[in-house]
């Protein structure tokens, strides 16, 4: 997604808190946390992954660092119009990294181009 253009967000159900997924970092910098069975098992087909979030440069994005497909970056889908909330889909996830989540690698990492902070990550149904 281009910083500046924005869709309309995606509302969830069925919600899973990446708990301790409260991080900041510099410019280019990446922090997350490693990912529990929880949060492999709510990463499914027509989820969508919501980021609390503030930055700098208005971006965020999602790595997966050890991932069989490499270091990937996913770009976030949506976007609500102050830049404080932020949603990766499925079909994102999917097209970066493949259907199957065990190769996904055990970190999830957020980044961003100016300095930023998350504050929540969740993942819910898409409604």
Known sequence: MNVGKVNELVGVYDVVDFAGFSVSGGAWSQNGLEMTPEII?????????TISYESESGDMWLVFPDSAAGWMRVEMMSADCDGKTAQITWDELVAALGEDVSTW?????????????VYAVTVGQAQ
């Open 41 to 49: 098992a709510a990463l499914k087909p027509g989820c969508v992954i």
């Open 105 to 117: 690698g055990a970190r999830m990492q957020a980044e961003a181009s100016g300095a930023w902070n």
